[in-house]
């Protein structure tokens, strides 16, 4: 069983910033990747920024530039830096994790207003 613990959510105005992290805890072995997604009311759950064992970084395309992904192995937490915020980032954000399995943590919600 792995457990996902999400922080760093909040309010922000626009062209703020957060920092949200995932700390995974529980039966993990080997993990090949870490990742946020994120899901907006109304809208699909969808990528933001993905992070793999080896350091390799994929990013949505309305996030580059803006977001930051990071890992910390030791302590198997996986970050998101998130700067220059948009009204259009408001979604809840979602840490998943790979290892084996697929593993999502509860959801932590980001809302960018005025």
């Known amino acids: 069983q792995v457990q996902l613990v999400e922080s760093g959510g909040g309010l922000v105005q626009p062209g703020g910033s957060l920092r949200l992290s995932c700390a995974a805890s529980?039966?993990?072995?080997?993990?090949?990747?870490m990742g946020w997604y994120r899901q907006a009311p109304g809208k699909r759950r969808e990528l933001v920024a993905i992070?793999?064992?080896?350091?390799?970084?994929t990013y949505a395309d309305s996030v580059k530039g803006r977001f930051t992904i990071s890992r910390d192995n030791a302590k198997i937490t996986a970050f998101l830096q998130m700067n220059s915020l948009k009204p259009e980032d408001t979604a809840v954000y979602y840490c998943?994790?790979?290892?084996?399995?697929?593993?999502w943590g509860q959801g932590t919600q980001v809302t960018v207003s005025s």
């Open positions: 998943r994790v790979v290892s084996g399995n697929i593993y």
């Open positions: 529980g039966s993990i072995f080997s993990i090949s990747s």
């Open positions: 992070i793999t064992s080896g350091g390799d970084t």
